[in-house]
């Protein structure tokens, strides 16, 4: 029987300042049998020539390069690419723990899981760590199909087990043409992950940190576009359809969904109004949300939300139609925050 071999899957874009390092904290795994498949996704810095570089050096890297065609597009790209038993996704301007791999392998070969999940931190741009994922279930815990229920009651409610980056996934739970006619969104990992947590058979949760996040404005980090609001309505309306369409919605799921739609909800107007001045679009965009079924719903979940009082107050005014005074109110907040994250991160 051969040896489980794993697939590094790196989308490449204007990440010339973190390459480096999230190179060397792959190729230095203390588990040695793996690809690193590189994606240059129309990046016009010098990413490609650092990659060059490193390929030359180990032969275990490869090296692809496509017009620019956004990130969920070029991650189905780089599955197909993949040619080893488990794939891991990896935002090039971030960096692993060199025992990832060893602490996720008796998941997939003794237990014969075909989904691990795993904690991360949060880091600045200098790479200080900032928030510590917190432990969702015990270490080497282990899901199946009947006790999966709490891994979807933990993906509804928060963004923990959202993220593609933070898992490792046996390669055929990837399945391209569920993604093909998906035009490129923000949120994209969400669509993913919920792909890849219902095909499983069989889930692993490691209680260790073997990821690190950078929250970077280079790379895969972005600052918020005015589609963001359009494409996190889009990414709810797809899970709300998921979870329907699979008998999945049991009133915890219900509950947890709505909950976090409002929080999300809130979270994104703010930022639109704090980002964009309050024009028609605008509020035509907000009048849009407000009616449709899913916000009404959601309304029921009100309390459940647990809201801070500030954001009962946001939400107050989006429900009343009080756009202006919510975008005059989030322009301050977020030029508050603005101030204080600096403070904090610098």
């Not at 997939?108 to 999940?117: A, G, H």
């Not at 999945?248 to 107007?269: H, M």
């Amino acid at each position: 029987m051969n040896e489980l071999s794993y697939s590094f899957l790196l989308p490449i874009y204007q990440v010339e300042q973190y390459l480096s390092e999230c190179l060397e904290s792959i190729i230095q795994q203390t588990y040695t049998n793996f690809e690193v498949i590189l994606l240059i996704d129309g990046s016009r810095d010098n990413s490609i020539l650092i990659a060059k570089e490193y390929a030359q050096k180990d032969h275990r890297i490869s090296i692809y390069e496509q017009e620019n065609k956004g990130i969920l597009q070029t991650r189905i790209k780089l599955v197909e690419l993949a040619k080893n038993d488990v794939c891991i996704f990896v935002d090039s301007d971030d960096f692993l723990e060199y025992n990832l791999l060893e602490s996720i392998h008796s998941l997939f070969t003794e237990n014969q899981c075909d989904l691990v999940l795993y904690r991360f931190n949060r880091m600045t741009n200098t790479g200080r760590i900032y928030m510590k994922d917190i432990n969702l279930f015990s270490d080497n815990q282990l899901f199946s199909d009947k006790d999966k229920i709490l891994i979807w009651e933990q993906f509804v409610s928060n963004n923990r087990l959202n993220h593609v980056w933070s898992k490792a996934f046996k390669r055929e739970l990837f399945d391209p043409k569920v993604f093909k006619n998906h035009s490129d969104v923000y949120g994209e990992d969400v669509l993913i992950s919920m792909h890849l947590i219902h095909n499983s058979t069989k889930i692993g949760y490691r209680n260790i940190t073997l990821y690190n996040y950078r929250n970077s404005d280079n790379g895969l980090g972005r600052n918020f576009k005015h589609k963001y609001l359009d494409d996190a309505e889009y990414v709810k309306n797809e899970v709300f359809h998921f979870l329907n369409d699979n008998k999945l919605f049991y009133a915890s799921i219900k509950s947890k969904y709505y909950s976090s739609y409002i929080k999300s909800l809130v979270k994104n107007i703010k930022l639109t109004c704090a980002n964009y001045p309050i024009n028609n679009e605008i509020i035509e965009k907000l009048l849009w949300i407000q009616s449709n079924e899913r916000t009404k719903l959601a309304n029921l979940y009100l309390n459940h939300a647990r809201l801070n009082p500030i954001d009962k107050v946001y939400y107050f005014l989006f429900n009343h139609k009080h756009f202006w005074i919510l975008g005059y109110l989030s322009k301050i907040e977020f030029s508050v925050r603005k101030r204080l994250k600096r403070l904090i991160r610098n």
